[in-house]
Antibody, heavy 121, light 107 residues
């Protein structure tokens, strides 16, 4: 079964760091593009970061320079290292598998259940 | 960044109704448009990709259309399990941006 399970969320003080993990099963993380998407309480979806199969990474302007996406192929796991956390980073963080068609239409077809990050003193 | 808008922001409908949700991009995105459904406390679920391709396992009452800047998601006959929030998302350029969502609730 294709599955994603996020862990690592919690309550953290402003300025602190947290690392989220997303363990994949049923497919190979390194063969797909993988994204992190977050959702602040009562708000919509916000894309955070992506890592492509070739290793290229991209970030939303709101997290650039503070967050780092990476993967461990041996563990088939995706990570999001979050530093200098702010109150506005409070959200449910989802990891999602990306898929692409022959004509380069990209979409996120498998999502984890999410992990909650709360940044508060 | 490409801005996505959706209308309406919310709607009330009855089981069996035909429902149409509109999504508009701030610039042409060809057919690089996806639709997701999200129920409270749950992860988003992919419904439609490439504007009109139905994701495997998604009921055929869901359909998508459009290209360029204007897109629609149609539910031909609303079912009880369809009450949720629906998001469009462009994949034409990075960052991939989402619309603000359309909440569909029971009339």
């Amino acid at each position: 079964e294709v599955q994603l399970v996020e862990t690592g969320g919690g309550l953290i003080q402003p300025g602190g760091s947290l690392r989220l993990s997303c363990a994949a099963s049923g497919f190979t993380v390194s063969s797909n593009y993988m994204s992190w998407v977050r959702q602040a309480p009562g708000k919509g979806l916000e894309w955070v970061s992506v890592i492509y199969s070739g290793g290229s990474t991209y970030y939303a302007d709101s997290v650039k320079g503070r967050f780092t996406i990476s993967r461990d192929n041996s563990k088939n796991t995706l990570y999001l290292q979050m530093n200098s956390l702010r109150a506005e980073d409070t959200a449910v963080y989802y990891c999602a598998r990306g898929a692409v068609t022959d004509y380069y239409y990209y979409y996120m077809d498998v999502w984890g259940k999410g992990t909650t990050v709360t940044v508060s003193s | 960044d490409i801005q996505m808008t959706q209308s309406p922001s919310s709607l009330s409908a009855s089981v069996g109704d035909r429902v149409t949700i509109t999504c508009r991009a701030s610039q042409s995105i060809s057919s690089y448009l996806n639709w997701y459904q999200q129920k409270p406390g749950k992860a988003p679920k992919l419904l439609i990709y490439a504007a009109s391709s139905l994701q495997s396992g998604v009921p055929s009452r869901f359909s998508g259309s459009g290209s360029g800047t204007d897109f629609t998601l149609t539910i031909s006959s609303l079912q009880p399990e369809d009450f949720a929030t629906y998001y469009c998302q462009q994949s034409y350029s990075t960052p991939p941006t989402f619309g603000p969502g359309t909440k569909v609730d029971i009339k």
